[in-house]
Nanobody
Framework: VQLQASGGGLVQAGGSLRLSCAASGRTLGSYGMGWFRQGPGKEREFVAVVSYSGRLYYADSVKGRFTISRDNAKNTVYLQMNSLKPEDTAIYYC?????????????????WGQGTLVTVSS
């Protein structure tokens, strides 16, 4: 399976973007799907995940502003980002969770998309 992330861009603080992650090759319905991000000079960090059963988990830094969702019929996962802040600037990656041991850990994810750049200007 391959993951293709899209939807990044340049937006002013307070604005919104919606990222998409489309999968090809195999259905995602049986897997948790997550979003991570890596800002300039920072390590990759967890943003959000939707489990295979539909449960949602978010990093504290994005809770209340970001919403993750999935459309299994389209084999696509979304990340709606509202009230964006300059500190949200990063490359955003979608990933498939190969196991559900710890959705917050990069080690639980076995397939990664190529990333899409989000830049939030102040």
């Amino acid at each position: 399976v391959q993951l293709q992330a899209s939807g990044g861009g340049l937006v002013q603080a307070g604005g919104s973007l919606r990222l998409s992650c489309a999968a090809s090759g195999r259905t995602l319905g049986s897997y948790g799907m997550g979003w991570f991000r890596q800002g300039p000079g920072k390590e990759r960090e967890f943003v959000a995940v939707v489990s295979y059963s539909g449960r949602l988990y978010y990093a504290d830094s994005v809770k209340g502003r970001f919403t993750i969702s999935r459309d299994n019929a389209k084999n696509t996962v979304y990340l709606q980002m509202n009230s964006l802040k300059p500190e949200d600037t990063a490359i955003y990656y979608c990933a498939r969770a190969g196991n559900s041991n710890n959705y917050y850990s990069l080690r639980s994810y076995d397939i990664w998309g190529q990333g899409t750049l989000v830049t939030v200007s102040s």
